[in-house]
C-alpha cells in the first residue's frame, strides 16, 4: 500500500517489468557460474553458426540491399511494384522488393530493411508494421539444405517445406491487409498511365538517392560499417540464446515440462517426446527442428513440428527482429500474433497436403489424429478473424 500510495500504477508496472528481468538474468549469471563448461561449449556452439552460416550467408544480402536503398533503387522500382502491392496487400510498391528479399536471404535481413523503409519515410507505421510480420521467412539454403537434406536425410522434402512455409506468410500478408488503415499521405494508386508512373518513379528515385549529399565511396564506407555493426549484434543475440538454451537443458528445464505434459500426451494418446521439439523451437528454430527430425512420430507430425517451429521463428530470432527495429517507431506486437497465425495455417497446410498425391510420394497418413486439432485450430483462428474484420468494418478499409 504505501509502494502505490508513493508510485502510480504505470510507475509500479514499469518497476515490476524490472525486477522481473532483474531476476530473469540474475538466475542465468547464477547458471553461468554453477555450468562454466556448459556455457563455454553452449557459447562456441552459437559463434560457430553465426560464423560458419549467419555470417557468410546474410554479409552480401546486407551490404547489396543496404546499399540499394541508399541508391535510391528500392523507391523507383517499388513505385512500379505499387499497382501489384496494394491491391494484395495494401502496402507501398517498396515493400515489394524487401517481399522479394524475404524470398532469397530470411530472417532478420527484412526486419533490418523494414525499419530502414520506416525511417526513410517510404512506409507508414501501420504498413511498417504489416510488412514486418509477413516477411519473416527462413533462409531458402536453410530449409533446402539444412533441414531436408541435413537433418531429414531426403532432400524431396525442401521444396514441400519451404512452399509451405513461404504460402503461408504470403496468406498472412493478404489477411492483415483486412486490417490496415490508409494514410492520407499514402494514398493507393489507381488507373496510372505508363508515362505517369514513370515520371512519379524518377521523382521518388531522386528523393531517395543519397549520392547528391555524399559521394559513393563515403556511402559504401558507412553501409559496411553499419552492416559489420549489425552482423556483429546479430552474433551477440545468437551465442546468448545458445548459451541459455545450454543452461536450461543442464538444469534439467526441458525434461521437467515433458514430465509436467506427460498427461496430455495419455490423454490425446500420441508420443510425449513429441513436446521435446517444440520446446525446444520455442526458444531457438535450429535446434527444435533437429529435434523434430529424430522423433519417433510419422513423418506428418515431425513435418507439422518443422512447419510450426518455422513460422513461430523461435525466442532468438524475435529477439533478433526486436532488435533491429528498435530504433524505429516499429512494435511487434503485430509480428508476434501474426507467428501464431501462421503457424496454424502452415501445420493446416502441411494436413491438406496429406490428401494430395504429395502423400503417396511422401507417405503421409491422413488419418493422424494431429490433422482434424490442426484443421479445428485453423477454422477457428479463420472465424475469429472474420468476426473481427465484420466488427470492425468501419475502421477498416479494404483495398479491392
Known sequence: MLARGMLSNFELRRTGISFFWIFIFLSFGIGMICFPVVVLRA????????????????????????????LGFIAFFGTFLEPV?????????????????????GFPLCAVLTARLRQTNLCTKDEGERLLSFTSNASPLFMLGAVSAGMFQNPALGPLIAGIHYFSNFLCGVILKFFSRISPGHPPRSGTSKESLLASALRAFQKASRLTEQGFGALLGETIRNTTITLLTIGGFITLFSVLLGIL????????????????????NFDPSLFRPLLYGFFEITIGINEASKVNGSLLQQLMMVEAILAWNGLA???????????????????????FLQAAIAVSLTCIFTCSPVQAILAISPRDPLVWAAVFLTGAITFCIISFARSFRKKVIIIR
Open 85 to 105: 502491392m496494394r491491391p494484395l496487400f495494401n502496402l507501398p510498391g517498396s515493400g515489394g522488393f524487401i517481399l522479394a528479399v524475404s524470398y532469397l536471404s
Open 317 to 339: 530470432v524475435q529477439a533478433q527482429v526486436a532488435g533491429m527495429v528498435a530504433g524505429s517507431d516499429l512494435r511487434i506486437l503485430t509480428y508476434i500474433l501474426t507467428r
Open 43 to 70: 557459447a562456441r556452439r552459437g559463434l560457430e553458426v553465426w560464423w560458419e552460416i549467419v555470417l557468410p550467408s546474410l554479409l552480401p544480402f546486407f551490404i547489396i540491399s543496404d546499399l540499394l536503398m541508399n
Open 249 to 268: 537443458q543442464a538444469v534439467g528445464f526441458f525434461a521437467a515440462i515433458t514430465k509436467i505434459l506427460n498427461p496430455l500426451a495419455a490423454f490425446f
